[in-house]
């Protein structure tokens, strides 16, 4: 009896069979090799870990949540208006405000809030720390400002009223408030959750509106923007060392060649390598990362003045940073492995390198990504993130794709320099992929230093400036507010007032300054309070508002401060407004600009030119009685100018801020640059550790893969100074290129950021600079020529591999 049997054919290539069979023998590589990839692992790992630290932080940094709840609007109506409302809107959340508690041994006082706990938009913004809520018209729950300052403890009596528990909104500690019934309220916020037609379209009287527009995911998309730089920089010394595991690996891959294994099956060798390390390295840094989150965050409470839950974490963006770690390795393998399967067997078997690429078409891309990086950054205007984003993400490329042109430059140069220097540099242009990687990450970090160092230098230029800026050097202004007038102003009383012109006062002498000169703003008259103050009226230009297609906002950068020209500033500046004039102003025109915070209508002020100082903060724009009665507008106080005889110091400014800070005001000076310049010397001086740290582990890759030469040289009687001037070169010419390349990208982005302001470049932080540009390549020499020399054990025995 015979049996036939069909024999099923071979796939092509062997198959899933021929893949886990490569699978397995990169897996038992990987094992025994391991410690050959640790720097990647440990970069890898790093990076995570930092990244998952600073989502926590994103995550849990003060938001507009504290005052919105999960509400997009705040409507705020005198009295207890709100029936129309909750007509309009259905679902609503009342929150009523009483009249203030005065503080002991202070002109402020405490927020008298009536709000349901329960409520379906705020209940986020209280939590019960002790005791219970309070119920009906004689109980009282307070927070633990207020009960200090009173001496208050759950069960006493107080102000006619029983203290039954402490509070705290969760997502604002420095939200101090007392919590109970309030009968007859100042004002009223109703917090609604809507659209911007049905909220516009619909408007009560006396009310006004408040929106939250912010983008709850900036700040992590931030954090991930500036983990994609770390990762760019771990992957580029990923790069470097799977270049010198490929080459290392050259004649078992020819091997692996020899006995039918196609290309695809060669790269997916160091594929394999890639995605274990990257794997490996992620999840190791996501558990570092985690682990150290809920260890520290509850220290962050109080600096963030927020309670954070130490295990709710952006999950989301978390696994987004774990996978653009994997995917980091894996791209960071697929060149070498391409280049590796790629490699005729039998120079495989030989071990002889493959010829480097033109660098031009590398140089093509990464100039092409430059252009496209400055443009975004002079188009985002300091304001558009997403701008600012791909601006840095594209120059950070760029940089990486441009480096393999200054090793190719580096190479053009070996010719006139001594034997040992021109074989260290023949080797970098010989090796282009792995001295590229290492270029750009040395670059990378030079890049971030100097960008830094520049910066603070232009803030330190602008404070030595004669004119322009905020303010003159020699003078301070104390707010009323400490958001200045972009914030709510305080309504004072008579008393108030004087107590705070006494503060004022004695801060003045402690600057021993000349003059006080009080600030008037304008505002409506009937416009409701918020919290106990008033929104004053500033210039702004319109701008789209991101996110919200058509519509238009107004930024910080971009508004000017409106005062009212009262006889002690028209007497201190000289000014002698003309009957009918409207406006003071050093300005040609208000072509363009919206006066904000008061009732929409036409504005086309009279004006009339006046010799007022050119800075943002002091006056600029000046209202007219007849202006102010026009407008509809009331004066206020909003702070107060005070002159020094000379430039003020940073120690005077330091103790000025610290007192003003006891009184409830804000201080606003000329930045004197020391804190910038302590920075940038700080940042130099990390930049170049971290470079010295690629260039050590790039070094030895570099060594550690021509040792084959340096035992040729050995035995040819190359005496030890060869072999140190060898290593030296390596190191300099690897820190000379990297140092200006990432200062060069840095400038031309520097310049493209401040376009406006271009002069300000004209004054570079030189020591930085030259500890960059000078320090750096020399101190690398001297690393290189210092570590290095030692004779090979082993000259004649070739390693196996």
């Known amino acids: 009896m015979s049996v036939a049997v069909l024999e ?74 709100v029936d129309g409302l909750r007509a309009t809107f259905g679902t609503i959340d009342v929150i009523r405000h009483g009249a203030k508690i005065p503080a002991p041994g202070s002109t402020g006082g405490f927020d008298r809030r009536d709000q349901d706990p329960t409520g379906p938009y705020g209940r986020s913004m209280l939590r019960l720390d002790a005791g219970r809520w309070p119920q009906g018209a004689t109980e009282v729950a307070v927070t633990d400002q ?62 006004s509106v408040q929106g939250r527009f912010g983008d709850a995911g900036t700040s992590s998309i931030l954090v991930l923007a500036l983990a994609t730089i770390g990762l760019v920089f771990a992957g580029l010394m990923a790069a470097a060392g799977f270049t010198v595991l490929a080459q290392r690996r050259l004649r078992a891959l020819g091997m692996l060649g020899a006995i039918g294994a196609s290309h695809r099956h060669v790269r997916l060798v160091l594929l394999a390598d890639g995605l274990v390390i990257g794997a490996a390295g992620a999840l190791t840094g996501a558990a570092v990362g985690v682990a150290a989150w809920i260890a520290f965050s509850p220290r962050l409470e109080e600096p963030l003045a927020h309670r954070i839950d130490r295990f709710q974490l952006p999950w989301t963006p978390l696994l987004v940073a774990v996978g653009m770690a994997i995917v980091t390795a894996v791209v960071a393998a697929w060149w070498p492995a391409r280049a590796a399967a790629r490699t005729p067997v039998v120079a495989a078997l030989a071990a002889r390198p493959a010829p480097p690429r033109p660098a031009h078409r590398f140089a093509a891309l990464g100039a092409m990504l430059l252009v496209a990086g400055l443009a975004a950054l002079w188009q985002s205007e300091h304001s558009r993130k997403w701008l600012i984003l791909i601006g840095i993400l594209a120059t950070a490329v760029a940089l990486l794709l441009l480096a393999p042109v200054a090793v190719a430059a580096i190479g053009t140069l070996a010719s006139h320099l001594p034997l040992a220097s021109r074989l260290a540099l023949r080797d970098l242009a010989r090796y282009r992929a792995r001295s590229g990687a290492a270029l750009a990450a040395i670059g990378l970090a030079v890049g971030i230093a100097a960008t830094i160092a520049l910066t603070a230098g232009v803030t330190v230029a602008k404070a030595a400036a ?37 503060q004022v006062d004695a801060l003045a002498a402690e600057l021993h300054a000349e003059s006080v000169l009080t600030l008037t703003g304008a505002a409506m008259a009937d416009m409701p309070l918020d919290h106990g103050g008033r929104a004053v009226v500033v210039l702004g230009i319109p701008e789209p508002a991101p996110g919200r297609p058509g519509m238009t906002g107004y930024s910080d950068e971009k508004t000017v401060p409106v005062f009212v020209a009262t006889p002690e500033l028209s007497t201190h500046y000289g000014l002698s407004p003309a009957a009918g004039t409207d406006v003071l102003t050093r300005k040609a025109n208000l072509d363009g600009y919206d006066l904000i915070h008061r009732k929409r209508g036409a504005w086309d002020p009279v004006l009339q030119p006046a010799a007022l100082p050119d800075y943002t903060s002091t006056p600029t724009v000046l209202l007219t009685e007849e202006g102010l009665t026009r407008l509809g507008l009331t004066a206020m106080p909003v702070g107060w100018l005070l002159q020094a005889p000379g430039a003020l110091t940073a120690a005077q400014i330091d103790r000025a801020q610290q007192s003003a800070a006891a009184a409830g005001f804000g201080v ?116 290189g020529w210092l570590l290095a020399g030692r004779e090979a054990r082993v000259i004649a025995r070739q390693p196996l591999d």
């Open 8 to 81: 099923k054919p071979a796939a092509p290539g062997g198959g899933m069979p021929a893949r886990r069979a490569v699978l397995r023998w990169a897996w038992r590589m990987f094992r025994r090799e391991w410690r050959q990839q640790s720097i990647v692992l440990g970069l890898l790992a790093v990076a995570v870990a930092v990244t998952t630290v600073g989502l926590g932080v994103a995550a849990n940094a003060p938001s507009d949540a504290s005052r919105f709840g999960t509400a997009n609007y705040i409507l705020t109506v005198p009295g207890d208006q």
């Open 146 to 207: 207020v009960a200090e300052a009173f001496g208050l403890h759950v069960g006493d009596a107080w102000e006619q009223r029983t203290v039954t528990g402490l509070v705290e909104n969760p997502l604002d500690l420095h939200d101090e408030f007392v919590l109970g019934q309030v009968a007859e309220p100042d004002h009223v916020d109703v917090l609604v959750r809507s659209t911007e037609d049905k909220v516009l379209g619909n408007p009560q009287a006396g009310a």
């Open 466 to 502: 004669p004119t322009g800026g905020n303010v003159p050097a020699n003078e301070v202004i104390v707010w009323l507010s400490p958001d200045r007038m972009n914030g709510t102003i305080p309504v004072l009383t008579a008393a108030q007032l004087a107590d705070k012109r006494a």
């Open 668 to 783: 606003e000076s000329r930045p004197t640059g020391a804190d910038e310049a302590r920075l940038a010397v700080w940042a130099t001086t990390s930049g170049v550790a971290v470079a010295l740290g690629v260039l050590a582990m790039t070094v030895g890759l570099i060594r550690s893969e021509t040792a084959r030469d340096l035992r040729t040289l050995t035995a040819a009687g190359a005496r030890r100074r060869t072999r140190r001037a060898i290593t030296a070169a390596t190191a300099g010419a690897l820190a000379l290129g990297g140092a200006v390349i990432g200062t060069a990208c840095v400038y031309l982005a520097l310049l493209a950021w401040y376009r406006h302001e271009v002069h300000w470049l004209a004054h570079p932080p030189i020591p930085e600079l030259t500890a960059i540009l000078v320090g750096l390549p020399l101190v690398a020499y001297a690393g």
